[in-house]
Nanobody
Framework: QVQLVESGGGLVQPGGSLRLSCAAS????????MGWYRQAPGKERELVAR??????DYADSVKGRFTISRDNAKNTVYLQMNSLKPEDTAVYYC?????????WGQGTQVTVSS
């Protein structure tokens, strides 16, 4: 059974930083395409960043501020978020895809507010 467990969310002031983690189990993590998505109240879920074995890409709104990375030895994907803005406030979800199978984490709340 595939499980994704996110952690690292919280309340941070504008300009601050957070690092999200997503630990996967029950699947061959090294071949999985991993991504972070977010959903703000009243909005659709949107892609933030994704990473395969060798490449990563980002939403325009987070380029230069967020960095996605993975540690295959720990079956974990990370999202380093710097220079956070109030508009980054959302529930952040980890997504794992292997071939046509897609799995989601439970989400972690990130709130950027003074």
């Amino acid at each position: 059974q595939v499980q994704l467990v996110e952690s690292g969310g919280g309340l941070v002031q504008p300009g601050g930083s957070l690092r999200l983690s997503c630990a996967a189990s029950g699947i061959r993590f090294s071949i999985a395409r991993m991504g972070w998505y977010r959903q703000a109240p009243g909005k659709e879920r949107e892609l933030v960043a994704r990473i395969t074995s060798g490449t990563s890409d980002y939403a325009d709104s987070v380029k230069g501020r967020f960095t996605i990375s993975r540690d295959n030895a720990k079956n974990t994907v990370y999202l380093q978020m710097n220079s956070l803005k109030p508009e980054d406030t959302a529930v952040y979800y980890c997504r794992l895809q292997v071939v046509l199978s897609v799995y989601w984490g439970q989400g972690t709340q990130v709130t950027v507010s003074s």
